[in-house]
């Protein structure tokens, strides 16, 4: 599976930015699908993640709560891509963002060990 990631750049507070993943190879509907970031300095943090279409095991989002309300995780799987979009940004939302896939286990879904698949990443700046 290879995942390559588009959109972020550099944006004001307050301004709403859109980030995509297209994945190819060997998808599958099943796979869990999500977002994590890493900051100068610090290391990778969990944002948001779908599960796989027809889950029956609950809510098919989950958020981590520095961006719950704010950001929202869809995906077409019709289209094999996923976008993480972001409103109202701020500068603590700076980093870059890695898109991920897998089928982590249950205790791992928010954990970025969980994920096989890695994008190469896209950074997403934020200024006062």
């Known amino acids: 599976v290879q995942l390559v990631e588009s959109g972020g750049g550099l944006v004001q507070a307050g301004d709403s930015v859109r980030l995509s993943c297209k994945a190819s190879?060997?998808?599958?509907?099943?796979?869990?699908m999500a977002w994590f970031r890493q900051a100068p300095g610090k290391g990778r943090e969990f944002v948001a993640r779908?599960?796989?279409?027809?889950?029956?095991?609950?809510?098919?989002?989950y958020y981590a709560d520095a961006v719950k309300g704010r950001f929202t995780i869809s995906r077409d799987n019709g289209d094999n891509t996923a976008a993480l979009q972001m409103n109202n940004v701020k500068p603590e939302d700076t980093a870059v963002y890695y898109c991920?896939?897998?089928?982590?286990?249950?205790?791992?879904?928010?954990?970025?060990?969980?994920?096989?698949?890695w994008g190469q990443g896209t950074q997403v700046t934020v200024s006062s």
């Open positions: 991920a896939s897998g089928r982590p286990a249950p205790s791992s879904r928010t954990d970025s060990t969980g994920y096989a698949y």
């Open positions: 190879g060997r998808t599958s509907s099943r796979d869990f």
């Open positions: 779908i599960s796989w279409s027809g889950s029956w095991s609950g809510d098919s989002t």
